[in-house]
């Protein structure tokens, strides 16, 4: 069905752009390509992102698009995790998921933001990414050609643009956490809806 083709063409895509240098195209969505925040200056942005690249601790906050406070409730989770990685690196997912809880908190009464967060851990004998989500903000890992989505859309059934959890909530929880092994050569993509454009005008056009 359009639903299904529409996953797998994004999936080849994500394939394609994310196996290549740079990593991300600034396709008119603000977007992380190695360390850089680029975009379209003329776009309003509601989202916000946060990178460590020596802790190996990432973030993507998605501010509920067109809700009064959007863009507040998606720094407040940014700062949030800021702050409590500052202090101590996460090392497990349950502890990631009470990062984001912690940021629920802070963001009650000021807005909406879906979140994905996580650590890649490296140990001898060990490397894996740690992880926790809550809305529609996705995990991807590009690996080998092909793509797997980590995250579960977190969405009302029938109406998939409208998500049924987020940072803000009173009703919030983490429902979704976990591990994934890693393997040198794979790739790790933390992305808003924006990225995939499922519910708008894809943000990744078919000549980039």
Known sequence: NGGVGKIERIKSKFAEIFERD??????????LNKGDLTGNPNRVNEDAAYYN????????????GGMRGAALASQIGRDILVREVSERAPETPYELGQILTEANGAVIGK???TAVVGRILETP????LIWASVGDSR??????GKVEQLTTDENFEGRPNVIKNALGREDFRVN???????????RVVF??????????????PDEV
């Open 111 to 113: 807005g909406y933001s």
């Open 139 to 144: 995990i991807y890992i590009v690996s080998d």
């Open 176 to 186: 979704y956490a976990g591990e994934h092994p890693l393997k040198d050569g794979d």
């Open 22 to 31: 740079p990593v991300v195209k600034d396709a008119g969505l603000a977007m």
């Open 125 to 128: 004998g060990r490397k894996a």
């Open 53 to 64: 690249p020596e802790m190996g601790v990432f973030g993507v906050f998605d501010g509920a």
């Open 191 to 204: 992305c808003s809806d924006g990225v995939t454009g499922d519910f708008e005008p894809d943000f990744i």
